[in-house]
C-alpha cells in the first residue's frame, strides 16, 4: 500500500510499505482522511520535538478517520463498514499512572506518528477496536478525523474548570487555538481575547467565538488584554500557540489566582517563565498533554453542530500530495488553517 514517509527536513516522499493485517483486537481502517497537526510541524522541519527525535525514516500522521473493512479475533464484527474516528494513543494499561486513569501520560504510550512509531500517512492503519468510534451518518470523513484535535480542546477547556461568565485568553488562533475558545465559550466563558502572528488567523478567529482578537506582532499581547480587562487580567490563559514566548505571556495576562492551561507545543525542552509575576498571583499553571476519554464528547458536539470542525480544515490534499500540505502549513500560506490528507 501507498504511504508518505518522512526521510529528512521538508523531505518527505511516497514509499510503498505493506499492508497491515488485524491482529486479535484490532480492527483493519481504509483511511479516509488524515489532518497535517502543529506537532507535526516540528518533525517536518526540524525531524525533532526537543529531545524526541526521528532517527529513521517515519510516517507520520495521527489525526485520522476511516472506515472499517474488517476485524481481528475478539473484535466488534458490528465496526466493520462503520466510519470511525480514531484515538490514536494507546496505553500500556499496566503502569502506575494507566492505573490511576490518566493514560495520556502513560510512560509505554503507543503513539502513531512519533518516533520509533509510524504515523497514519498511508491507505490503511491496523488499530485496537476500542480507539476506534464509530461516527454518526452524516459526518464527514474530514470531520471525523477533527475530532482528534477537538478532544485536545475539550479537555484543555476541562482543566480549566471554567466558571459561567469569566474571561479567557487564547493564545495562538490556529486549530488548536480556534476550537478551545469555541468550546470554552459552550462551557461558559463570556468574552475570549485572542492573539496571533497572522492577520488571516486574527480575522478568521471572529467565526469561532473569539470576540476580540489581535496581532500580536503589532499590538503588545500583555498591554493590549491587560486594558481591555481594566487591569485586572483575564480569568483563564490557553496557550496554543507553537512558541516558546506563548507560556510566559499567558501567565502576565492572567488575573491574580487565575488558571493558565498550556496546551502549545514550543519544540525546545526549556522556555522561559515569569516566575515571579506567576508567584505574586499564586496562578494555577495546568499543561494539557493530549486528552483524556474525550472523543465520545467531542463527537457529540460536532454531531449537534455545537462546534465547527469543518470549516477549519481549508485546504485538502491526495495522499501522494500530502508533502504539499505540510509545506502549506509550514509557511502559513494561503491563508491556511488546518490541512488535510483525503483519500
Ligand atoms: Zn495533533
Ligand atoms: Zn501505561
Redesign the pocket.
Known sequence: MKAIKWFAPRDMRLTDIEKPVPKPHEALVRVESI?V????MHYYEDGAIGQTRITEPLILG??FAGIVEAVGKDADPALVGKRVAVEPSIPCGECEWCRTGHYNVCTNLFFPGGPPYDGVLCEYAAYDANNCYPTPDGMSAQEAAMI??LA?AVHAVELARVQRGETAAVLGLGPIGLLTAQVAKLKGIEVVYGTDLHDYRVAASKRYGVDHAYNAETSDTVETIMRETNGRGVDVAFDAARSSDTPALACRVTRPVGRCILIGISGTEEDPFPVSNARRKELTVQWCRRFKSNFPEAIDLVATGKVDVSSIVTHSFPLERAPEAFALVAGFSDNVLKASVDL
Not at 37 to 40: A, F, N
Open positions: 489532518g497537526c502543529g506537532s507535526d495521527h489525526e482528534e484535535p485536545v
